[in-house]
Antibody, heavy 121, light 108 residues
Framework: EVQLVESGGDLVQPGRSLRLSCAASGFTFDDYAMHWVRQAPGKGLEWVSGISWNSNTIGYADSVKGRFTISRDNAKNSLYLQMHSLRAEDTALYYC??????????????WGQGTLVTVSS | SSELTQDPAVSVALGQTVRITCQGDSLRRYYASWYQQKPGQAPVVVIYGQNNRPSGIPDRFSGSSSGNTASLTITGAQAEDEADYYCNSRDSSGHHLVFGGGTKLTVL
């Protein structure tokens, strides 16, 4: 059974940093691209970042480029999102999602339950 | 603003057929995927790629595409299909993804 379990969400002040993690199991992690997708309270889904199986291809939404860094450790079956200079508009539930291909195809067949990031003073 | 455009809300009578659409230039090149999200739950993919339906998704869900428009069709909508539906695809750069704004489906 595929499982994606996010962690690391917290209440943080504007300007601070936070690191999210996603522990994957039930599939061969290094065979697939992975993504972070967020959802602000009462709003729609927003793609944040994606990474190919070998980390050679990485993409970021314009809203987070230069502040967030995605990475993966295939030996640990884990995906990460390092977030810096957090803003109130980054407040959201952050989902980890698995792609159906090793490259960034954008077809997300499994999602975690999300971890909540709240940016507020 | 989103590069994929969806109607904010659609309604369908129980047992009838409904089509939810998604428009965007990137759909001329890339397939759309469709996700169902019920309140308080994570999204679930219902259609991906060229009309691929994951195991466990009822066959009343189907996808199609023409030009810059992708469609999700539910043939014989059930009460449990009431949810928010989102489309997504790669954007024109190929390395970024984009989601539509979502369509709230009400089953009457």
């Amino acid at each position: 059974e595929v499982q994606l379990v996010e962690s690391g969400g917290d209440l943080v002040q504007p300007g601070r940093s936070l690191r999210l993690s996603c522990a994957a199991s039930g599939f061969t992690f290094d065979d697939y691209a992975m993504h972070w997708v967020r959802q602000a309270p009462g709003k729609g889904l927003e793609w944040v970042s994606g990474i190919s199986w070998n980390s050679n291809t990485i993409g970021y939404a314009d809203s987070v480029k230069g502040r967030f860094t995605i990475s993966r450790d295939n030996a640990k079956n884990s995906l990460y999102l390092q977030m810096h200079s957090l803003r109130a508009e980054d407040t959201a539930l952050y989902y980890c999602a698995k792609d159906v291909h090793l490259a960034i195809a954008g077809q997300l067949d499994y999602w975690g339950q999300g971890t909540l990031v709240t940016v507020s003073s | 603003s989103s590069e994929l455009t969806q109607d904010p809300a659609v309604s369908v009578a129980l047992g009838q057929t409904v089509r939810i659409t998604c428009q965007g230039d990137s759909l001329r090149r890339y397939y759309a995927s469709w996700y169902q999200q019920k309140p308080g739950q994570a999204p679930v993919v219902v259609i991906y790629g060229q009309n691929n339906r994951p195991s466990g998704i009822p066959d009343r869900f189907s996808g199609s595409s023409s030009g810059n428009t992708a469609s999700l069709t539910i043939t014989g909508a059930q009460a449990e299909d009431e949810a928010d539906y989102y489309c997504n695809s790669r954007d024109s750069s190929g390395h970024h993804l984009v989601f539509g704004g979502g369509t709230k489906l009400t089953v009457l």
